[in-house]
Every structure is written in C-alpha cells, then in structure tokens.
C-alpha cells in the first residue's frame, strides 16, 4: 500500500532542494518507519512485555508491543534522515511530520472508503487547536463544522473544502503550496478521523 501512495504522491516541496539520491533515501527510511515486525519479532517482544506488565490486560500488552517495536516516531526518523545528509533539524522534522502524516491520512482515507463504499459516513479534519495551529486548519475545521452542521461532511466534500482553502490561502503566497490529498501545508498535525 506504501508504495502505491508514493506512486501517486511522489515527494513535494519539502523535498524540492534535495538531491533526487537523498530524496529516495529519505523516501526508503519514511516508508521503512511503517513496516509491520515480523511474526518472530513480535512474539519474542511481547514474552519480554508480558514478563515487564504481567498484570495489564492482553490488549495493553500487545498496543505496548507494537509501540516497542514500531519504528515510527519523529526522533527516531529524523536520526535516521541526518545519517544522509547534513541539513537543519528543523527541516528534517518538518519533511518527517508532513510525510509521515501524509502517509497515515492516505491510509485511513483507503480504508474509510472499504468501509464505506457507498460514501455514506461522515468525516471531519480532527487535530490539535493551539497557537501552532495554522490559519488553513482552523478554516478547513470552521467550514466543514458549517457544512455539516457539526455532524462531519463525506470524503468528497472534505477534499473539495480542503481544495478550495488552500486555492484562496495560496492567492497572497509567493511560494505556492500545492494540496497533495490529506496535507494542506507542511508541518500540518491534523487528520481525517469517521464521525461516529
């Protein structure tokens, strides 16, 4: 699945000065970062989680197997991304926070429409509200909370809205940042979430 939402959605501005060498690199470590373990690794670190947390419920055993063993995290990315190149960490952060939420929205979007063929269900753009939150959030969450009454809008309609506050955000922009299906700048915190 990761390879086919890269296909579509190859690297984009926050790769624009890189070599296109480190580009792939960085695209390898990002796309690694999601890899599931595999069945041997799990086992083996779910004995040692069993044994660390002998009185949590299985389900508390297996989401702190999977968070030991996932190799997602931004600190452990980034450190990944300096091995291959000599750039500022705040760049390297923010390429790792877009691609890496780039990836996670795709993903859900994929599996919100299995679910949900018919496109029936409601969606709304779910993330944190404080000062980091960007003027672009703040209207995507504002119209799709007008739009749908509080109740969420479908998929579509999501990324219409989205479409089009990133169309007016981008008229007093020199750099133009081009909407790339669930990332509407870089940096952005936020995802699609089911409104249930």
């Known amino acids: ?43 083996a670190e779910l004995k040692n989680v069993q044994e660390d947390y002998p ?34 960490v705040y760049r390297l952060e923010r390429i790792a926070r877009t691609e890496t939420t780039a990836i996670t ?20 753009w779910f993330g944190p509200l404080d000062a980091r939150t960007s003027d672009e959030c703040r209207e995507i969450e504002r119209r799709v909370q007008a739009a749908g009454k509080g109740k969420g809008v479908t998929l579509k309609e999501l990324k219409e809205i989205m479409k089009s506050v990133v169309n007016t955000a981008n008229q007093g922009r020199r750099t133009k940042w081009q909407l790339r299906d669930w990332s509407p700048h870089a940096n952005c915190r936020r995802v699609l979430r089911r409104v249930v």
């Open 1 to 43: 699945m990761l390879r086919a939402i890269y296909s579509r959605n190859p690297f984009w501005e926050s790769f624009s000065n890189l070599t296109q060498s480190v580009s792939e690199k960085f695209k390898e470590i990002i796309t690694q970062s999601y890899m599931a373990p595999t069945e041997d690794a799990f086992r």
């Open 55 to 88: 009185t949590a419920s299985r389900e508390r055993q297996m989401r702190i197997t999977y968070g030991r063993l996932g190799k997602f995290s931004l600190p452990r990315i980034i450190a990944e991304m300096k091995k291959v190149v000599v750039e500022d």
């Open 105 to 124: 929205a795709t993903g859900r979007e994929q599996a919100f429409q299995e679910t949900d063929p018919a496109g029936k269900n409601r969606y709304d």
